[in-house]
Antibody, heavy 123, light 111 residues
Framework: EVRLVQSGAEVKKSGESLRISCEASGYSVSNYWIAWVRQTPEKGLEYMGILYPGDSEARYSPSFQGQVTISVDKSTTTAYLQWISLKASDSAMYYC????????????????WGQGTRVTVSS | NFMLTQPHSMSESPGKTVTISCTRSSGNIASNYVQWYQQRPGSGPSTVIYEDDQRPSGVPDRFSGSIDSSSNSASLTISGLKTEDEADYFCQSYDSNNHIVFGGGTKVTVL
């Protein structure tokens, strides 16, 4: 069974750093892209970026380039989403999602999602 | 970059049919697959239709997807509505540069 299990809710202050995680299991993690998606009531679902665990290549949406870092620890099959300096506007629910197609050639459709990590940033 | 536009909300009675549209602002809807996700309150999204019109195992055949090139839109149809279908539904597609876009979501209420 494919499982994406995300880390728990976080409450932070503006300016603090944060790393949230997404532990993947039940499939060959190296062969499937993993994306991060932000959800807010105002903007709905927004694609942030995607990473190929096989070679750790990360690609970012222009809206999030330079704002976050996506990485992976292949030894623990865990993907990460990291902020250096949080802003109140980063308050949202964050999801990781697995691409539906295996292999390096990316067809960005997603078949399995994590349960979400809520991030609250106070100013 | 393109956008995907969905109606904000729809409501219908149990047993009836609801069809949610997802209109692509630029580029051909048929050029890239469309996926549909269901999100119940407090849960993450789950796929109800993949690759335009394919239904994952475990999804009832009351759910169907289609593409209409004349209106440059995709549609998700839920027939024989049940109270358990009450949820938010999002379409998603991409372009040749792998620019990934989600629709704004449609809240379906089963009266």
């Amino acid at each position: 069974e494919v499982r994406l299990v995300q880390s728990g809710a976080e409450v932070k202050k503006s300016g603090e750093s944060l790393r949230i995680s997404c532990e993947a299991s039940g499939y060959s993690v190296s062969n499937y892209w993993i994306a991060w998606v932000r959800q807010t009531p105002e903007k709905g679902l927004e694609y942030m970026g995607i990473l190929y665990p096989g070679d750790s290549e990360a690609r970012y949406s222009p809206s999030f380039q330079g704002q976050v870092t996506i990485s992976v620890d292949k030894s623990t099959t865990t993907a990460y989403l990291q902020w250096i300096s949080l802003k109140a506007s980063d308050s949202a629910m964050y999801y990781c999602a697995r691409s539906a197609w295996s292999g390096y050639y990316l067809i960005p459709l997603f078949d399995n999602w994590g349960q979400g990590t809520r991030v609250t940033v106070s100013s | 970059n393109f956008m995907l536009t969905q109606p904000h909300s729809m409501s219908e009675s149990p047993g009836k049919t609801v069809t949610i549209s997802c209109t692509r602002s630029s580029g051909n809807i048929a050029s890239n697959y469309v996926q549909w996700y269901q999100q119940r309150p407090g849960s993450g999204p789950s796929t109800v239709i993949y690759e335009d019109d394919q239904r994952p195992s475990g999804v009832p055949d009351r759910f169907s997807g289609s593409i209409d090139s004349s209106s440059n839109s995709a549609s998700l149809t839920i027939s024989g509505l049940k109270t358990e279908d009450e949820a938010d539904y999002f379409c998603q597609s991409y372009d040749s540069n792998n620019h990934i876009v989600f629709g704004g979501g449609t809240k379906v209420t089963v009266l």
